[in-house]
């Protein structure tokens, strides 16, 4: 799929000519600015790539990507990909959902998408709200939330994104931040490599319904101290000057203070290793696991076979047995009936 010198894109060729109707200071625009400037430097030609969707404020986002692109309904995104994918397994396919559409409604989808290896790319932006309908709790609103639906707090526990990935099989999980743009964009083309299900968790701000959800992780003063961004075989520093780090006590992360010399007991990254707990653990951590920084950067990328690569070969497999089958045959095959 690789185009010539001649025909490079710039980020100016993915921006379609509809006017991008998302609230002012949604982060939303960052991470379609950061998808538009991407685009280009993957070398693949504009006509193979293809955006899906299901609905939300997220789902609006085939709309301004100059491409191909579906906007489907709600929570059935990925069952739509999965099709555009299997019968044209060439193409590029990246779905655009966010924690409503993508969790709650389409929560099955996720799940199964994702333990089959399809080969895509799922970008969930999390609000930790329902946006497109004016303030609901999400499946990731924090317990306690109050809402216009929920007016006395939430009394659900919320999902983990990356908890439910990672527990489904998923052979590339990431997690960024809409205003972090740069890593986002190292994110996006990390994902873009991968064969496989390549899963990313973006923090997005909804500025109206759920102001400063991520600002823990966003504002200068204080995000070293809540943060850690995962660079493999490297141990988890942080703290604005460096001081701290995190250990593993058995299966239970911890925080250990540097100052005493003790680097050697940090846990060191290793996003390749084929067992899901290292990359399970790192997930939760400030997020189900409370006191603890959030992580950000690529969590796990392994290598499997993909659902299209095991497609094929059953299809070829299929056609060997069976060289001359026709329609007909095949209607006709195993046990039939008839109905009077």
Not at 243 to 254: R, T, Y
Request: charged residues 25%.
């Amino acid at each position: 799929m690789a185009i010539t010198e001649q025909s490079k894109y710039t980020k100016a060729d993915f921006e379609s000519a509809n006017d991008v109707r998302w609230c002012p200071g949604c982060g939303d625009y960052a991470i379609l600015s950061a998808v538009q400037s991407v685009m280009p430097t993957l070398g693949i030609p504009k006509e193979k790539f293809v955006f899906v969707s299901g609905i939300g404020c997220s789902s609006r986002f085939p709309h301004y990507m100059n491409c191909y692109g579906f906007h489907t309904i709600h929570g059935r995104a990925l069952t739509v990909a999965t099709g555009v994918k299997s019968i044209n397994p060439d193409l590029s396919v990246w779905v655009i959902t966010g924690d409503g559409d993508g969790l709650s409604i389409g929560g099955n989808h996720f799940m199964h998408a994702i333990r089959r290896n399809q080969d895509m790319k799922i970008l969930l932006f999390n609000n930790k709200i329902y946006g497109l309908t004016k303030g609901q709790y999400s499946p990731t609103s924090e317990l306690g939330k109050k809402t216009k639906s929920t007016p006395f707090g939430s009394i659900d526990n919320p999902i983990n994104p990356a908890s439910i990935a990672i527990a489904s099989g998923a052979t590339f999980v990431a997690r960024t931040v809409d205003k972090n743009v740069k890593h986002m964009m190292d994110i996006l083309k990390r994902a873009a490599a991968h064969k496989g299900t390549a899963f990313i968790e973006i923090y997005q701000n909804c500025l109206v319904f759920n102001d400063d959800a991520f600002v823990d992780y966003t504002e200068k003063e204080i995000k070293d101290d809540h943060s850690i961004y995962l660079e493999s075989g490297k141990p988890l520093v942080f703290g604005k000057t460096h001081d701290k780090a995190i250990k593993l006590n058995g299966f239970h992360p911890e925080i250990i203070n540097l100052s005493n010399g003790n680097l050697k007991e940090a846990l060191v990254h290793d996003e390749k290793t084929e067992d899901r707990a290292l990359a399970y653990v790192l997930g939760q951590m400030g997020v189900e696991n409370e006191g603890l920084p959030v992580v950000f950067g690529v969590l796990r990328d392994i290598a499997q076979p993909t659902y299209q690569e095991r497609l094929l070969e059953q299809e070829k497999e299929a056609k060997e047995k069976k060289p001359k089958a026709n329609l007909e045959q095949v209607l006709n095959a195993g046990d039939t009936w008839v109905v009077s």
